[in-house]
């Protein structure tokens, strides 16, 4: 995954031998530490034509709280709306 696509994380290949089939997991790109197989994972995609409002929402609910955190989001936002606006022809309504 390109720093672009997700900023915080990034996909981390694990191969334990040949035979083994390659497993994934998501990294903090900061400090490293994984995402416990047994702790879900949610992921909204630019092209979903509901993700930017629900992105929009959290921002709203985390004002107050950590100012990096609300910058980080707020550019996520700014993303996929940017997106939205210049590729409409990759939106969607999820299955």
């Known amino acids: 995954m390109k720093p672009e696509q997700e900023p915080k ?3 981390q290949v694990y191969v334990d031998d ?5 497993e ?5 790109r900061k400090t490293g530490e994984g995402i ?6 949610f992921v ?3 092209r979903d034509v509901y993700a930017y409002q629900v992105l ?4 709203d609910l985390i004002q107050g709280g950590p100012i990096a955190h609300i910058d980080a989001v707020a550019a996520r936002v700014d993303d996929f709306n940017r997106f939205r606006r210049t590729k409409p022809e990759r939106m ?3 299955d």
Do not use: I, M, S
């Not at 040949?18 to 390659?22: R, S």
């Not at 994934?24 to 903090?28: G, R, T």
């Open 9 to 11: 994380y990034r996909a």
């Open 18 to 22: 040949q035979a083994a089939p390659l």
């Open 24 to 28: 994934a997991h998501l990294v903090n």
């Open 36 to 41: 416990p197989d047994d702790e879900p994972v």
């Open 44 to 46: 909204f995609r630019a």
């Open 56 to 59: 929009e929402h959290y921002l």
């Open 92 to 94: 969607k309504t999820p």
